[in-house]
């Protein structure tokens, strides 16, 4: 089984500065993915960016970066220079297998961020 | 390339009534996937087709939900008959992946919203 917990339901942040979204994480799985994703008020689900089990190196996207640290299972996003147009809900998913062996990912309840001019 | 479309986008129908959601994936995606997502929640798996084949329909609701993938392309979503807790956005996601690992994030369709009064 796996399981995504993020503690933050709601976060708000000075326009241009960073923000950190914190993500937990936990699975049997040895080998496994995880993933942000933004949903802004329109409602689609926006992929951000990826980090594998096994990467050595933090996964960075523009202004997004993931602080992966595997052995307290948490995979943290950090979004740097914070626009206004950032505000949305963000997702924390983890990709694992099913018992049939087939992908499965599994998602957090999500951080609501919202940006202050 | 085209993304995943779904319609219709907005649905209100009365409890007890019946509803379809259709799905159609990107051209050449294998994995088709469909989300409920209840409001202040991320997103749950209903079922999860590989081709036309199901390989994850745990929390499917079998005694009112029931889905179809024909030839492996597009897909339906169907409640029979609806209850107020259905109220939700049912978000349709295709993906190259089978059973491979992938960096690779779904590409999620803009979603249906349902609301069942």
């Known amino acids: 089984a796996q399981k995504i917990t993020q503690t933050q339901p709601g976060m708000f942040v000075q326009e241009k500065e960073a923000v950190t979204l914190d993500c937990t994480y936990d699975?049997?799985?040895?080998?496994?993915?995880l993933f942000w994703y933004k949903q802004p008020s329109s409602g689609e689900m926006i992929f951000l960016i990826y980090q594998g089990s096994y990467d050595e190196q933090n996964a960075t996207e523009g202004r997004y970066s993931l602080n992966f640290q595997k052995a307290r299972k948490s995979a943290n996003l950090v979004i740097s220079a914070s626009q206004l147009g950032d505000s949305a809900m963000y997702f924390c998913a983890m990709r694992g297998m099913n018992s049939g062996g087939y992908q499965k990912v599994t998602f957090g309840t999500g951080t609501k961020l919202q940006v202050i001019p | 390339e085209a993304g995943v479309a779904q319609s219709p986008r907005y649905k209100i129908i009365e409890k007890r009534q019946s509803v379809a959601f259709w799905c159609n994936p990107i051209s050449g995606h294998a994995t088709l996937y469909w989300y409920q997502q209840i409001l202040g929640q991320g997103p749950k798996l209903l079922i999860q087709?590989?081709?036309?084949?199901?390989?994850?329909d745990s929390q499917l609701p079998k005694d009112r939900f029931s889905a179809e993938r024909l030839k492996g392309v597009d897909s339906t979503l169907k409640i029979q008959p609806a209850k107020l807790e259905d109220s939700a956005v049912y978000l349709c996601?295709?993906?190259?992946?089978?059973?491979?690992?992938?960096?690779?994030?779904?590409?999620f369709g803009s979603g249906t919203r349902l609301t069942v009064v």
């Open positions: 996601a295709s993906s190259f992946v089978t059973q491979e690992r992938s960096d690779y994030g779904y590409t």
């Open positions: 699975t049997s799985d040895q080998s496994y993915g």
């Open positions: 087709f590989q081709n036309n084949g199901v390989v994850d």
